[in-house]
């Protein structure tokens, strides 16, 4: 139940942070999804952080591209599961690069196929021309993927050992 309640405050706060200012794409998104896929209980780890960002978004707007968002958040959320089996920093590293890429060909696609504000000819060069000028944002999402997931995995990970101290010092009493 301890992991229940201290994974949904960290990533409710995480997700309550995409509301402060920050840099273009650089957000906690992937982290958050990562995170409740390693961290949360099976039951909850594509729930508690699926309503996380739900929840921001009602204060940040809803656009064209929400269901292409969502979509890859859900996938993020599954490679999660995979790496808490293999929560070693390589794989967390990997698994948080794989998930900026799968979020940038997934909403971009979606951006070129529903405009979402942009207006790309549905060729393959409006395709291309798409991705191509998303590349800039896609720094940040990298960026802002990496800084999350460490220190979401590095609050879980140090209240985990809180925890496990406070623990010890009561059973000794």
């Known amino acids: 139940m301890r992991n229940i309640l201290i994974g949904t405050t960290l990533i ?12 273009d794409n650089f957000t906690p998104i992937m982290a958050i999804a990562l995170a409740g896929g390693v961290y949360l209980d099976k039951r909850f780890a594509l729930v508690v952080p699926l309503t996380a960002l739900i929840l921001s978004d009602i ?22 599961l995979w790496l808490k089996a293999h929560k070693k920093p390589l794989p967390v590293i990997g698994s948080a690069l794989l998930s900026s890429t799968l979020f940038f ?16 000819p549905k060729t393959w060069q409006g395709l291309i021309e798409c991705y191509t000028l998303a590349i800039p ?4 999402t ?31 009493i």
């Open 12 to 23: 409710l706060a995480a997700a309550l942070s995409r509301l402060l200012p920050h840099p």
């Open 105 to 120: 060909i997934i909403t971009n696609f979606g951006v070129w196929l529903t405009g979402g504000g942009w207006f790309y």
């Open 142 to 172: 990298i960026a802002g993927d990496l800084v999350y997931t460490g220190v979401l995995f590095g609050l879980f990970e140090l209240s985990k050992y809180a925890l496990r101290l406070t623990e010890k010092k009561t059973a000794q």
């Open 137 to 140: 944002f896609f720094r940040n």
């Open 59 to 80: 204060f940040i707007g809803f656009h064209n591209t929400i269901f292409f968002v969502y979509g890859s958040f859900v996938l993020i959320g599954f490679i999660g």
